[in-house]
């Protein structure tokens, strides 16, 4: 497949519920959404939205896995780079190369090097500011009170999981195009 749109996105995602033998809760855990929302793009119920599709897209690309395994902070910057979607048509050759640019593309010596790098470009400093900054995350967490923040994130998370209603963030009524 060379392109996701709106169309083939329910069936791409369900494909990949088969392939990489994951739930569609697994999938809206992953991407931040809730269930039904995954429930009703993979029954054809609703379209994705321009951000599902790029997300969506970099799941598919990098699997479930890798997927799951990165920060909101690392899921936006992909879609910030990824950009605008023409007409909700994203080609796989523009998210491989975003997500190649940002240092994902595997946990190789330089991979985890370029993805320092962009961490440490955050403070403007390159891969040693990246290491400081990975290393102050948790000091900084700690002292602003952890265990505060887990149980507010999780109630937050919760919430958005089991949401019942279209969100559109994620997801468009069938009567847009």
Not at 38 to 46: C, F, H, N, Q
Request: charged share 15%.
């Amino acid at each position: 497949m060379e392109n996701l749109n709106r169309s083939n996105f329910g069936y791409t995602l369900t494909q990949l519920t088969k392939t990489q033998k994951v739930t569609e809760k697994q999938i809206a855990k992953a991407i931040g959404c809730s269930y039904k929302t995954i429930e009703r793009l993979t029954g054809g119920k609703s379209y994705p939205s321009d951000e599902m599709i790029k997300q969506g897209g970099t799941l598919i690309l990098l699997g479930y896995e890798r997927y799951s395994k990165l920060s909101s902070a690392e899921k936006e910057k992909i879609s910030e780079k990824i950009g605008t979607i023409g007409g909700g048509v994203l080609g796989f050759g523009s998210i491989t190369a975003v997500v190649s640019s940002l240092g994902f593309a595997g946990l190789s010596a330089a991979g985890v090097t370029s993805g320092l790098a962009a961490l440490g470009a955050i403070i403007g400093g390159g891969m040693v500011a990246g290491i400081t900054v990975a290393a102050a995350i948790p000091v900084s967490a700690a002292a602003v009170g952890y265990g505060a923040i887990k149980g507010i994130k999780a109630l937050v998370t919760h919430y958005k999981f089991s949401q019942e209603g279209l969100d559109p963030i994620w997801e468009l009524p069938l009567s847009t195009r």
